[in-house]
């Protein structure tokens, strides 16, 4: 008669690499300390590699060709015309600080036109249709009717 004998796996916690004594088959840390600390290791670097591929697909506009830096920005200006059609609209003023616009992403560097002053001395800046002057710390947003459909 044989004689069967059990071998059992070497395991080792997957974050401090210790040998991992009796317990469950499946456990693969040592302790919750342990787990803890293998995830948030793995969740750091797993952000770090979406950022570097985020960072990698954003064009250097230092090193773009002229088409593509024309690209670029038009889809400023549409960022820019989006954003203030979403805060006002030919019947409503928009009204917001020009802090928050710029936090939903508006590049005041990018305009379409600005327009000659008015009797009161405003100066509108214009993306597309939509234009905006700053007064009292807002940002006061109009619609003006579009010339060609």
Known sequence: MEIATLTVAERRCKD???????????????DSACKT????????????SSEDQ???LQ??????SIP???????EILLNNRRILEGLCSEEKVGHIRMRDLVGKGFNPKFITSEAEPTATGRIYLFCFEYG?????????????????D
Request: hydrophobic share 15%; proline share 3%.
């Open 16 to 30: 401090c690499g210790t040998l991992l004594g009796p317990g469950r088959e499946d456990r693969q840390y040592c």
């Open 37 to 48: 600390n293998y995830n948030n290791r793995r969740r750091k670097e797993s952000q770090k």
């Open 54 to 56: 985020e960072t990698s």
């Open 59 to 64: 064009p250097d506009t230092s090193q773009l």
């Open 68 to 74: 593509d830096y024309i690209t670029r920005i038009h």
């Open 132 to 148: 905006y002057y700053e007064e009292n710390g807002f940002t006061i947003i109009v619609c003006r009717k579009r010339e060609v």
